[in-house]
């Protein structure tokens, strides 16, 4: 096969939000080298032309709110973790060994989905399983999307959830040291339950349960070690204290008002929010047969959280705070491998074109990853992530749910899927 290869035939969407145009796209080295608007055939010679008529080529999608120790995912769906139903899947953890060959499994099947990056959200188990699994997919051991690990939530309760008082868990100097302990472990992010969540107590997505000296301490901590923060924050004080805390990822933002939204915008360079629609929806709309019913989708907060987002996103596309899509995925009705949906969410619930909603996970994916200069867009110099679409992405965003319309999927220059040998 040659060392270059040029997809061609079909148009391009870069990921920047403009128009998908005819054009080429080739790769040589693991990195996209050339664009070319219309098709040239007279320079294909020594290059595997891939062909890509009917299709648009585009960049990989990346999931901002991935939790790949969650258990179920498509083909492989547990009741077991299905909160507040059933959460009996924490009594048969098995070890690190078994929960890192779950996560692998899942990271597999993320890929399989098109996304080729993903920025953890949080891990689920008291081991370091992500950075394991993290470190295994940078060096190719297993196929799955490139991976920022995430510390398991923290929360701020005054006991453990067994009824036993915590000793040494509040004030600055232990979320000081939350935060160094993970970044020795090798984590890439520290997570705060900055708000609590009505899944977990009544009324707990208006609970804040750290203080502003609490999340501030963190802050320092974590730009000292070289981790990011990300925060669970529903209540409007919650996303205050992190934008003030410069948490990178601040995750729902449900109940944002006025000034949490004004501060937000302020430092829209900074920072990135990820509703998470995907959960939300499924528990109002597709939660039946694993018991959320209507009534119980009103106790767990899911119906006034809809309505949350789809009143506080439109605000923030608006002032151009970089939401991402990434929806919790996880759950037994929210199973991993259809985090596509999210962009038709982002469409029909939150007012984004299908062009925006597209910018939110490529371009901004690769923000988020940390690597907005090589990752993100269909531009020379940047690595070859690439999913060859059959359709228009850009007129029909549900297209990119269906695995069989995914022609191609490219990671680095790597075909991870092919109808041919490659």
């Known amino acids: 096969m040659a060392d270059r290869v040029v997809f061609t035939g079909g148009q391009v969407f870069d990921g920047t939000g403009s128009p998908a145009v005819p054009g080429e796209v080739v790769v040589e080295g693991g990195r996209i080298t050339e664009v070319r608007q219309g098709h040239h055939p007279e320079l294909h010679e020594g290059h595997r032309v891939v062909d890509a008529t009917g ?8 999931e901002s709110h991935s939790h790949l120790t969650f258990p179920s995912a498509v083909g492989h769906i547990d009741p077991s973790f299905n909160p507040p139903v059933d959460v009996t899947f924490f009594r048969h953890i098995e070890g690190f060994d078994s929960e890192l060959a779950r996560a692998e499994r899942n990271a597999r099947i993320l890929l399989d989905a098109g996304f080729t990056s993903a920025y953890s959200a949080g891990s689920i188990l008291p081991m370091p399983t992500e ?63 900055v708000s609590s969540d009505d899944v977990f107590t009544e009324g707990g997505s ?47 933002c449900t109940y944002a008002d006025e000034e949490a939204l004004d501060l937000l915008a302020e430092a829209k360079d900074d920072l990135f929010v990820s509703p998470a629609p995907g959960i939300i929806y499924a528990n109002v709309y597709e939660g039946e047969e694993f018991g959320i019913t209507r009534q119980v989708a009103h106790t767990m907060g899911s ?45 029909r619930l939150f007012g984004y074109s299908p062009a925006e909603a597209l910018v939110a996970a490529t371009q901004y994916g690769g923000q988020v990853m940390g690597m907005g200069d090589e990752l993100g867009l269909v531009k020379a110099g940047y690595l070859a992530d690439l999913l060859v679409v059959k359709g228009d992405p850009t007129a029909d965003v549900t297209i990119l749910e269906h695995a069989d319309n995914l022609t191609y999927i490219v990671q680095e220059g790597r075909f991870h899927k092919s109808p041919v040998a490659a």
Request: proline content about 6%; charged content about 25%.
């Open 303 to 347: 119906v006034a959280a809809l309505e949350g987002m789809q009143a506080i996103y439109p605000e923030i596309r608006k002032r151009g705070i970089r939401a991402l899509i990434g929806g919790d995925y996880g759950f037994p009705n929210n199973p991993i491998g259809r985090n596509a949906r999210d962009l038709d969410l982002f469409v």
């Open 131 to 193: 950075v394991a699994l993290r470190d295994k997919l940078k060096a190719g051991v297993v196929p799955g999307p490139r991976l920022r690990a995430a510390a398991g939530e923290r929360d701020n309760l005054p006991v453990h959830p067994d009824g036993r008082a915590r000793s040494d868990w509040h004030g600055p100097a232990a979320t000081d040291r939350w935060v160094r302990e993970h970044a020795a472990m090798g984590f890439d992010s520290v997570k705060f339950l």
């Open 206 to 252: 208006h609970m804040t349960q750290y203080s502003a000296e609490e999340l501030n301490a963190a802050g320092e901590a974590a730009r000292e070690v070289g981790v990011w923060l990300n925060g669970h924050c529903q209540s409007p004080e919650s996303v205050k204290l992190a934008v003030r805390a410069g948490f990178r990822s601040i995750y729902h």
């Open 55 to 62: 299709h648009t080529v585009m960049p990989g999608l990346v």
